[in-house]
């Protein structure tokens, strides 16, 4: 057990069963006492499953036994859980009678030695809670057949400021493995810790690990430079070596020369139409543009020509989300004026020059930022053209400022620029003749409109409804606020951006439908006032100033004929329709209550899609409206139903290792054809990133295995009509601009160069994807 002492050798026993509760070593087992000690240079265990089994720890849909120790433990016996793939979530959870005091131990992780003796990997999930209900949430994967030490850090000055990356590379050197933030605090009340669970999510098969010596260490002293220089002029890892690292402009360019050649040697995937649907497949009635229809009881997609059409694809491939903030502003505030008529919101606009007039009143607004970097070009340098400017962001260290893309930069290194902006041209030109290789039949969301007339593969298009109208909140806004679809003015913007789709559209055939917003705050059905959020937060507001609200009053007198009987309802002491008018505390939940809330919620949600769908009909009737890409987190039976009644194709973002049928039951009773609009997979071990990303895999070979999992359980789903990867190349080193996002998530790196796993999985299953789809098996 690498650098780790037994831990009855650094404390007496007294002072260990202080530490872990108890008078005696039978009390120690049963329960963890909240008066832990600072030990210095030391440990001080949670548990070890020397003994037994703490009655304080608990198991839901799960299995757990006491196995001899294996691998990094060093103990003599292990715990062994057997966690159950048939339910959505499968746990364990550490809780005593008495919170955990940790207070006053210092800076400090909680460490675990963890095997995993099965032949695949683990996303396994640590949450930490405190009193409060507060959690501290991270996740990492255990590859198979393996051991190692896990650690979460749970007080130190990493915790306590925000450098603009969603992960950290790690603040110490350390052969034990950092699990990676999630969701959640960084600081929770270290004084009232609650409990401790360590779960899975929604496996595809039944898996297993053992775990010993839960706990918690001192953390190292930290490296002063850990943020420093992390990025070379590449934006890859400056400090590491992996597979696919550039480290010259030569050799950049000559990896794309040999891909172009063998692309244009290879050609697209066989047995495809003109639209990317099954040649050889039987032949439906052909109205010029894509549909839908169900074939032998599985929904389908059918092209312009009348083949069956199934939309396997990458999304986001546009410059917009490769920028990074460089710790760079200006003092020139016409950097940052907003358009009130603007259509795209910020994370959406591509590259924006700063003037030269504004680049003369520069000043280095963070110097953890600007030091990440060990290279940024100068104002004249060839490569400048890549600076952009964030006028807001969603999360960070700075509200505005520069930004760099070096994915485009090295995109002009390794295409060349024989014209202005002509390696764009290439990249384009490569992009396509990339996914017919692979056997992608379309492009995804989030696709550049400069794509969207070159007339070679199928696309989606996509708007945001953006605007000064009124909003109001679910009380979980994730993104941003709710609109009020109920005000004017939403209706107003629903036109100018479906006018401003179809402009760049133009009738094109090519385009399969429109994807409008994205993963709306619908509300969170894990607690009925999550779900209700949106009705229980609009009540709160006054009526003048929410025309939701005024139309949620005006269905509570169509129901109820007197406030009496609302009371009577509700069990509650409303004295006056004008006293609901006003603000409204919400307060113990009945059943009519409830009821009447998903009555509002529905007519709010239906609102919204009715005058999305009006708005696209209008100026795009030959196109399909794909919905909103709803967000597991965010999608309600009401927002569902609602949508039902005006979309033509249902979207659902997804990021889990795969279908799990508890969790789709509800598309039997919707019965519409569906699409998974995001997923991905990530890993940290082979690719010198710091995030892998929502969904973990071990490495480059384990998450092509994931994709094909995936990807197999959605193409043999009968509902489902595509799946969209999210997303083509990987997030920044140093973070998107937008919210620090620094994710394993491409098909390519920062550099533009593939990952070959990926590639050969992508082919596999495009090669087998109609066959498997639509063939007699």
Partial sequence: MKNIVKYSKLLSLPLLLSACGGDNQDEQVKQASPNNQKISDAQIIVADFEQAIPTWLTSDNAITTLVNGQGVSSGNTALKIDFDASEQMSSITMQPEQTWDWSNIGDFNLAADITNPGDVSVHLYIVVRDKSGAMHRRSVSIPAHSSATYYAELKGPQLEFDS??????????????????????????????????????????????????????????????????????????AKIEFPNKIHSEAELKALADKEIAQLNAEGPMADRSKFGGWKSGPKLEATGYFRTEKVDGKWAMVDPEGYLFFSSALANIRIANTTTTTGVDFKDDSVRYIDPNDVTP?????????????????????????????????????LANHYSYRRSV????????????????????????????????????????????????????????????????????????????????????????????????????????????????????WCIGVFIDNEKSWGNVKTTRGHYGIVIHTLSVDEADSPTKHEFIR???????????????????????????????????????????????????????????????????????????????????????????????????????????????????????????????????????????????????????????????????????????????????????????????????????????????????????????????
């Fill in 394 to 509: 969603h999360r960070g260290p700075i509200h505005h400022g520069e930004t760099f893309s070096f994915y485009q930069a090295n995109l002009e290194r390794r295409y060349g620029e024989t014209h202005p902006d002509s390696y764009n041209e290439t990249w384009r030109d490569i992009t396509i003749k990339r996914f017919k290789n692979w056997g992608f039949t379309s492009t995804g969301n989030w696709t550049d409109a400069e794509f969207y007339q070159m007339n070679q593969i199928p696309y989606f298009a996509n708007g945001w409804i953006i605007g000064d109208f009124k909003k109001i909140s679910s009380g979980n806004d994730v993104w941003s606020k709710m609109p009020d679809p109920f005000d004017p003015e939403f209706k107003k913007r629903a036109e100018i951006t479906t006018q401003v789709i179809a402009e760049e559209v133009k009738n094109n055939p």
């Fill in 555 to 777: 269905l509570l007198k169509e129901k109820y004929a007197s406030v009496t009987a609302l009371n009577s309802a509700w069990n509650s002491t409303i004295d006056s329709w004008e006293t609901l008018s006003n603000s409204y505390t919400v307060g113990e939940l009945t059943d009519e209550m409830v009821g009447d809330f998903s009555m509002l919620l529905e007519a709010y949600a239906t609102k919204y899609f009715k005058t999305v769908h009006d708005a696209l009909e209008k100026v795009l009737p030959n196109h399909m409206y794909m919905g909103v890409r709803m967000a597991h987190w965010g999608k309600t039976p009401e927002a569902i139903k609602a949508a039902k009644k005006y979309v033509d194709v249902m979207s659902y973002n997804f990021y889990r290792e795969g279908l799990h049928e508890k969790a789709w039951g509800f598309l039997a009773e919707a019965d519409m054809p569906s699409i998974i609009g995001e997923y991905h997979i990530g890993a940290t071990s082979d690719t010198g990133l710091f995030h892998p990303g929502l969904i973990l895999a071990s490495d480059q070979n384990d998450r092509a295995r994931m994709y094909k999992e995936y990807m197999r359980m959605v193409v043999d789903n009968p509902y489902f009509v595509g799946a969209h990867w999210f997303q083509y190349l990987d997030s920044p080193l140093t973070g998107r601009a937008y919210d620090g996002e620094n994710y394993n998530t491409g098909f390519v790196t920062i550099t533009d160069v593939p990952y070959k796993t990926m590639v050969d999985a992508a082919k596999e299953i495009n090669e087998e994807l109609y066959p498997r789809r639509f063939g007699k098996r």
């Fill in 346 to 382: 910020e994370d959406s606009l591509g590259i924006r020059p700063v003037s030269k007039a504004a680049q003369k009143t520069r000043y280095v607004s963070s110097d953890v930022r600007h030091n990440l970097f060990t290279w940024l070009p100068s104002y004249d340098d060839d």
């Fill in 164 to 237: 603009g990356l969603r992960e950290d590379p790690p603040a110490w050197n350390s052969t034990d493995v950092k699990m990676f933030w999630q969701t959640g605090r960084k600081k929770i009340q270290l004084e009232q810790v609650k409990s401790i669970t360590y779960n899975v999510e929604m496996m595809n098969q039944d898996k297993s690990l053992i775990i010993d010596n839960i706990r918690l260490r001192n953390n190292p002293e930290i490296d002063p430079n850990y943020l420093v220089g992390i990025a070379d002029k590449f934006g890859q890892n």
